[in-house]
């Protein structure tokens, strides 16, 4: 008898780490397969991860807060959401075909809504409604909703870990969801009575996803080849999916579904030549990127000595090897090339010096890859050239620039001159700059084509002359000379702000012609919104509501914080991908502490229950406080290593907890009765939290403003203790 109810006291907690568990795990795999769905534009990603919150928020809300669901109903909600995960897969990757999309084009706004919805929203709300029927069933053991939550981030952390190993051990996002599967399925087995039945599904289910997990490839070939009728091969690799195609002799590199690169096109020859000919001498080059696409095979035509290409995704090289040309192939493998698997920003820190940098990264279409287009960045070009040339494209109209693609190329441009005196654009776009000075006299530049005696198919004399003396040359470089004070910075990432901009005037035209305002010196709006919320907080005499906005503002400020650390880390050590389920797991186990600690305090006859108040207060002071440290670390450049991130992010994890947990505990009579509340007003504030910091606060304020505003709504919440 004992020992049926302690199985029976122990289900509880095995049913808040399984939803904790699931829920960050299936979130992961949801989330790749919607980022490969919509092309890696990383606003789907945002948008994504917002209405999740927002739908686990309303899954914890629903029903009476008085009911008590038996373990059976639980279990039964867990199968469902497997299934659904499993579903949802097949959705997102047919989801193209179901709204007829036009190959490689983007479906219509609303569609694109519509397809998150049906995606995220079925497997969030039940993901809320667990915690909500979990955390009633655990708080009915005499336990506290503090500790519940505590549990239930426990089994985050393992999820997020795990998500991570799955790419470490380069497991398909398929292949992830199967095992997440198989693991709930078989935890639903265990929690009811034994017989000999429970062995016999357990063993019928490690048969079946055995099976579907022998045959994962086969099943990501044919579900990927609905969009890529000649696809030949594919995988997943922490740097996002990596498909190839081929028909006849052109091989296309699609990354999250989005052309990258193609091996039959002129473009490399263009950027490697017209760059190449500013420099009389070429000995040593560096290539950051994309040198398969034929860059290195062009500069190989070249008299150079020596060739270091880096490149950031080993996988990508990897599975490229076995279907490219043989004459791009053999060129990687040419003696005089050095490949170096390496993060291209930490390699620059090296003291080693070049004649040609060439930066064959991604377009600046994300937080990720606009670290390779800042002021920062081309400092650190700068310093690892002789007296040499730095060059890199960025594809653009070469007729007509829209507003917000004049304002990000302008940024762009403005951070390369805030480190290179000498620079010119050319229509396409190819950026060239240098220490010393740069030519557009075309008699030199055609003299020099003409003594490489060079095999091109479109670089020739005729065409050198035709791109330094057309009207597009002079007008671009015109539009680009324009004074503007919207540099783009590590700290302040303006040109994020403006492709956001830009991918959103597909569907909103009116914005082709919106210039993006960055200039908050004199908005009157911020303090009257100050004002507003300090007199709505003190006026505040209903202590649910109180309660209700406290965990909401911690859950907003503890995401914005958390969003900061992350691209800031990005920014400097470029290994986010690799890192981040350390990351999120310093989060997750303060999330863990917070809640634990508040729990214990409240449980200790040491503190009676009056002085619970000066807890939330000093709580707050503290988060305050950590921010201040945060804004200094920045400042001066401390905060740039994984130790030190990872202790300061399980600090934002342990205050947002704690204020939680507060809010749970004081003057609360019936902890069944907060559940939904409490966790809702907490995901709520995640969600806000985390649109508002990657669309609007940290592009458009940048960092230390941030933080700012962080603060200032931290202090506003004194009011609501």
Known sequence: MKKILNEQKSLPVINLITVGFFSILSQVIILREL????????????LSLGFWLIGTAIGASVGKKSFIPEQKNISNLFILSILILLIDILFIRYSRKIFNAVAGGFLPFENQIVILLIA??????????????????????????????????????????????FLVFKLSNFSSALICSLIISIICLLSIEKSLKKIFSIIGLLIIFSFLFIYSKEFDKYTSSWNHPYLVDLIDTPYGRVTISSIEKQVNIFIDDALAYETESTAAEEFVHLSALQLEKINDVLVLGGGFEGVIYELLKLPVKKIDYVEINKDLIDILKNYLPVHLSNSLNNQKVNIIFDDPRRFLKQSRKYDLILVGMPEPLSAQSNRFYTKEFFKQCYNSLNDGVLSFRIRSSENIWTEPLKERNKSI????????????????????????????????????????????KLVSPQYINYI???????????????????????????????????????FFPELTYTKIDFDFSNNKLIPLLVLIFLLSFIFIRSKSIKRFILVLFAGLCGMILETVLIIYYQNYNGILYR?????????????ALGAFTINKINSSLLISLNKIKFVGLFLITGFVILNLCVYYLIYTNYLNNLLFTLVVLLLDGFFVASI???ASLYD???????????YAADLIGGSLGSVLSSLLLIPFAGFYTTLVIIIILLLLTIFLV
Request: proline share 2%; net charge neutral; with cysteine.
């Open 120 to 165: 995220l929203i079925p497997l969030s709300l039940i993901s809320g409604l667990l915690f909500q029927w979990s955390a009633k069933q655990f708080i009915l053991k005499s336990e506290t909703l503090a500790k519940a939550y505590a549990i239930e981030s426990l089994g985050g952390l393992a999820g997020g870990i795990l998500s991570t190993l």
């Open 579 to 591: 890192d981040i389920g350390l990351l999120l797991a310093g989060f997750m186990i303060g999330l």
């Open 413 to 456: 441009y403005a951070a390369l001159k805030f480190n290179f005196k000498n620079s010119i654009a050319l229509p396409g776009v190819i950026f060239i700059a240098s220490k010393s000075a740069l030519s557009n006299d075309t008699r030199l530049l055609t003299q020099r084509f003409s003594e490489r005696s060079l095999d091109t």
């Open 660 to 662: 939680f947990s507060y």
């Open 468 to 506: 330094f003396t057309n009207d597009r040359f002079y007008q671009i470089n015109e539009i680009l000379n324009e004074p503007t004070e919207n540099v783009n910075t590590d700290l302040r990432p303006v040109c994020y702000a403006y492709n956001t901009s830009i991918w959103l005037s597909k």
């Open 668 to 678: 609360v009579e019936d902890q069944k009765r907060v559940v939904s509340q409490l």
């Open 35 to 46: 980022n490969v769905a919509f092309y890696g534009i990383e606003l789907i990603y945002v």
